[in-house]
């Protein structure tokens, strides 16, 4: 039967790097990202849902949605970020669930690898075969994130502080992929971890 398992990390802790690697190594697999814009797409009710409560001041003259303009609305306001997160949050959980449910019929045998960037914070976990968190020491993080988004280190730190914190992901996973080294490094964790999935 075909294994699907739950990867996540904190900012820039390496989640697209590894799912690469993954890809790499004859994995499939999704990302919550994606799934958060699908639900979104022209034509779909969470379109229809978010013109309804936002207004059709919030589309791009092409009838997609414009992301930037919804992101600035709802970053200082809680109350329509509330809003806009009961709209989606709901259509993501579905179309994550279909999907795992999808996995789970499969018998092709392969891994499949799901990233959710808050799979534990939104209690993702009893879906999934297992879960996995990557972790980074949190100097390297910093650095990492400061220099691919070039910001300042107390940007970065704040970034990173407002999230769960790193040490809590890794005790709540069945598995931990260690990014602190470098690419050969961690090729060589994932290919370790694949032995035991
Ligand atoms: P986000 O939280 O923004 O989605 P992420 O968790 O997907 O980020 P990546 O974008 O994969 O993280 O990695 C963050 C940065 O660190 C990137 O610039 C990436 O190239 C670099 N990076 C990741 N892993 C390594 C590594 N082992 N060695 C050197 N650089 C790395």
Not at 36 to 60: C, H, K, N, W, Y
Request: charged share 25%.
């Amino acid at each position: 039967m075909s294994k699907i398992y739950g990867l996540t990390g904190g900012i820039a802790s390496g989640k697209t790097t590894v799912l690469n690697i993954f890809i790499e190594n004859g994995c499939r697999v999704y990302n919550a990202d994606e799934i958060a814009r699908e639900v979104v797409e022209i034509g779909t009710p969470g379109l229809a849902q978010i013109t309804a409560s936002f207004g059709d001041d919030i589309l791009m003259s092409d009838g997609n949605l414009n992301r930037k303009k919804l992101s600035q609305i709802v970053f200082s306001d809680k109350q329509k970020l509330d809003k806009l997160t009961d709209i989606t949050a709901p259509l993501i959980r579905k179309r994550i669930l279909q999907i795992v449910e999808n996995v789970h019929t499969l018998k092709d045998n392969l891994i499949y690898i799901f990233e959710i960037p808050l799979l534990f914070e939104t209690n993702y976990q009893p879906y999934f075969d297992a879960t996995i968190s990557i972790f980074v020491k949190s100097d390297i993080q910093l650095s990492r994130l400061m220099k691919r988004n070039n910001i300042d280190g107390q940007t970065a730190k704040n970034q990173i502080d407002s999230q769960m914190p790193m040490e809590e992901k890794k005790k709540l996973a069945n598995f931990v992929i260690d990014n602190s080294g470098d690419l050969d490094e961690l090729k060589s964790e994932i290919k370790t971890l694949l032995k035991n999935l």
